[in-house]
């Protein structure tokens, strides 16, 4: 009890324990020392003493020295007045509910539903997991939801982000982005379709179109050949025998991607849609196909049509296909028929004052 201070003052401390007039002096003090007090000496009948090494407080009274329940201020001494959710009537009672509350910082489990109107997730790795091991556990998952309107989750400024679902493993990837500059996009040299690819510098989606990235969105490219002759004007001679080219003589829609010329069309790398209709007149069995100049190997192959010779009308073998190719590729035309047929063997003129007869026809889609 080494350093005591000694406070003086006038009155008397009131106490569960009441020290009698004989107990206490006229002077009463204050006292400050470190450690338990000894009853001998110090202090007199009616004196507080501050253990400063615990913070308890001691009244002298017989000669003694007792920590005062009543000078003590602990924490379950001080009111608390009930709010909100906390119920409890003194502060250490309300500290303790508030402690077996709250979340922890360092990981906690939260049993009922959390809404909040932002939230932002300053780390590398967001994991939702419902901790189930077996079959019957019900999966985890994120729920975005707003009524009126689409809903969305964003992964802002991720580079190379990934959203996949399924089990660990064999998960089937549904989206991956890529974020950079639209020169840093380009710089990469190989694309995949299963990547879009945001310009930061544009705020534009690109996709894969099995050349090069293009903006996403982009409309269908589209475009139509066909043989186009004055009004009145028969479609020509259909010779047996062999595959025979037809007319490709004209051309609107998008041209960007395609060229026509000498009844052959040239496309650009890419992938195409075909859906043409090739006329026969009187000339029994016929079929047409969409053939490689190079090399004349098929690729499409028309469907079987008929006209025939002893009732006639006129009939369409239909062209309809697909390609990828990966270079600027050459294309035609060609029809062969079972019985020749001179003149409108490929087509009767409807003569319809000043408009044009169409035979041959052929719509390309540019799908990518």
């Known amino acids: ?22 107990q206490v002096t006229a002077l ?22 501050l253990d400063s090494a615990t913070s308890n407080l001691y009244l002298k009274a017989a000669g003694t020295w007792s920590i005062d329940s ?27 509910e508030l402690d077996s509350e709250k979340v922890n910082k360092s990981g906690d489990t939260i049993t009922g539903n959390l809404i909040v109107s932002t939230m932002e997730i300053d780390s590398p790795s967001f ?14 998952g994120i729920e975005v939801e707003r009524v009126g309107t689409n809903g969305s989750f964003i992964y802002e400024n991720a580079l190379d982000s990934k959203f996949k679902v399924g089990d660990t493993g064999s998960e089937l990837e549904i989206s991956t982005v890529y974020k950079g500059t639209k020169a840093a996009i380009d710089a990469l040299g190989t694309w995949s379709s299963s990547v ?9 989606n690109y996709y894969y179109d099995g050349t090069s990235v293009a903006p996403e969105g982009t409309p269908l490219l589209i475009t139509r050949i066909y043989d186009e002759k004055t009004v009145n004007t ?22 960007s991607f395609c060229s026509l010329s000498s009844n052959d069309f040239t496309l650009d790398p890419g992938t195409y849609l075909f859906n043409g209709e090739v006329t026969g007149y009187q000339v029994d069995d016929h079929r047409a196909k969409i053939i490689y100049v190079t090399g004349g190997a098929d690729l499409i192959m028309g469907s079987n049509s008929s006209s025939h010779i002893t009732a006639p009308s006129m009939s ?31 087509g009767v003129a409807c003569n319809y004052s000043t408009e044009p007869e169409i035979y041959t026809h052929l719509t390309i889609t540019k799908l990518a």
């Open 1 to 22: 009890m080494a350093g005591i201070k000694r406070i003086s003052f006038t009155g008397r401390f009131s106490s569960e324990v009441t020290p009698t007039d004989t």
């Open 28 to 49: 009463a003090y204050f006292l400050v020392g470190s450690g338990v007090p000894s009853d001998g000496a110090l202090g007199n009948n009616g004196d507080v003493y």
């Open 70 to 96: 009543v000078l003590k201020f602990t924490a379950n001494n001080v009111i608390n007045t009930p709010s909100g959710t906390v119920t409890a009537t003194d502060i250490q009672s309300a500290i303790n």
């Open 127 to 140: 994991n939702v997991n419902n901790g189930g091991t077996d079959a019957s556990s019900e999966g985890a």
């Open 196 to 204: 879009r690819y945001h310009a930061t510098d544009e705020d534009t």
């Open 234 to 255: 028969a479609g020509g001679t259909a010779t047996s025998g062999s595959y025979i080219q037809r007319d490709l003589n004209t051309q609107d829609g998008d041209t």
């Open 316 to 346: 369409a073998s239909v062209l309809l296909g697909s390609v990828t190719i990966a270079s600027s590729t050459a294309f035609r035309i060609v029809h062969q028929v079972a019985t020749t047929r001179a003149t409108d063997g490929y």
